[in-house]
């Protein structure tokens, strides 16, 4: 069993519709939470980072952590086109820790 | 001006070749990294060095070999390159407890 799972997609919604994108960890030590946005052909952004359980909000972006059920999430309200992507969770064990555990990304077409 | 800037940006060559790739970060991060990002998207790190000093080596063939000259600095050198290297290389840096900041990656294609 992988350490993160995320289902790889592709998820496909119509502009303005809410996405709900998820991932699940089987190690209970994970304490940090990061969402990040890929595009096409470039790196990795961050988006989202989270320590405690509970919801995060930034602009349309919400991050959700529910550490009892091991479980994050990241909606995305009124999409855009430009949300178009793949979107990578990752964890870290601890501050202090440098190994971060990606799961293996969602792609998500928003249709206009 | 760039964080994380890794060149090349592409890179074709033949099975058997010695290739290098290198990376520089401008954040003043103590931490950087490579991570492998194959067709389905996958992220997979390889290797870690905090303040020059290599931290984390995974089950990576010893034909790979990172070096830091110094901490704003991380090279990647391959030896006897194999079709199955064919990836995405990204470079990372990052501070303790931090996230990390990526380049734009150099894609490796191995013929």
């Known amino acids: 069993q992988k350490e993160v799972e995320q289902d790889p997609g592709p998820l496909s919604v119509p502009e303005g519709a809410i996405v709900s994108l998820n991932c699940t960890y089987s190690?209970?030590?994970?304490?940090?939470f990061m969402w990040y946005r890929q595009y096409s052909r470039k790196g990795p952004e961050l988006l989202m980072y989270t320590y405690s359980s509970g919801n995060k909000e930034d602009g349309r972006f919400t991050a959700q952590v529910d550490k009892s059920s091991k479980y994050i999430s990241l909606f995305i309200r009124d999409s855009q086109p430009s949300d178009s992507a793949t979107y990578l969770c990752?964890?870290?064990?601890?501050?202090?820790?440098?190994?971060?555990?990606f799961g293996s990304g969602t792609r998500l077409s928003i249709r206009p | 001006d760039t964080a994380v800037s890794q060149t090349p940006k592409y890179l074709v060559t033949q099975m058997g070749n010695d290739k290098s790739i290198k990376c520089e970060q401008n954040?003043?991060?103590?931490?950087m990294y490579w991570y492998k990002q194959d067709s389905k998207k996958f992220l997979k790190i390889m290797f870690s060095?905090?303040?020059?000093?290599?931290?984390i080596n995974e089950t990576v063939p010893n034909r790979f070999s990172p070096k830091s000259p110094d901490k704003a600095h991380l090279n990647l050198h391959i030896n006897s390159l194999e079709l199955g290297d064919s990836a995405v290389y990204f470079c990372a840096s990052g501070q303790a407890g931090s996230p990390l900041h990526f380049g734009n990656g150099t894609r490796l294609t191995v013929t």
């Open positions: 060095y905090n303040n020059k000093e290599l931290i």
């Open positions: 990752a964890m870290i064990i601890n501050s202090g820790a440098s190994k971060i555990i």
């Open positions: 190690n209970s030590a994970f304490q940090y």
């Open positions: 954040l003043g991060h103590d931490t």
